[in-house]
């Protein structure tokens, strides 16, 4: 079993930038890639960011040169840094790891950009 702690989210005006982070805890030996998620009122979850162990990274199209992923495997924690937030980016953020046997998901935080 593997648990997942968001932190870090809030409210924020356009423009300006949030660092969320996820920390694993359980059986993070198992875990391979990890991600961050979004979901926005009325829409479905969608990708934002993924990053292997081993530390390649992969960006949904919107958000590529505003937010960054990264890992610290010594610290169980992977992070995402939000720059030049839009409006569009409110949603709630979910964390992601992905084990050889399933997918685990955190409780989410919440992102809210003001115009």
């Known amino acids: 079993q593997v648990q997942l702690v968001e932190s870090g989210g809030g409210l924020v005006q356009a423009g300006g930038s949030l660092r969320l982070s996820c920390r694993a805890s359980?059986?993070?030996?198992?875990?391979?890639?990890m991600g961050w998620y979004r979901q926005a009122p009325g829409k479905q979850r969608e990708l934002v960011a993924t990053i292997t162990r081993g530390g390649t990274t992969n960006y949904t199209d919107s958000v590529k040169g505003r937010f960054t992923i990264s890992r610290d495997n010594a610290k169980n924690t992977m992070y995402l840094q939000m720059n030049s937030l839009k409006p569009e980016d409110t949603a709630v953020y979910y964390c992601?790891?992905?084990?050889?046997?399933?997918?685990?998901w955190g409780q989410g935080t919440q992102v809210t950009v003001s115009s």
């Open positions: 359980g059986s993070i030996f198992s875990i391979n890639d």
């Open positions: 992601r790891a992905e084990t050889v046997l399933r997918y685990y």
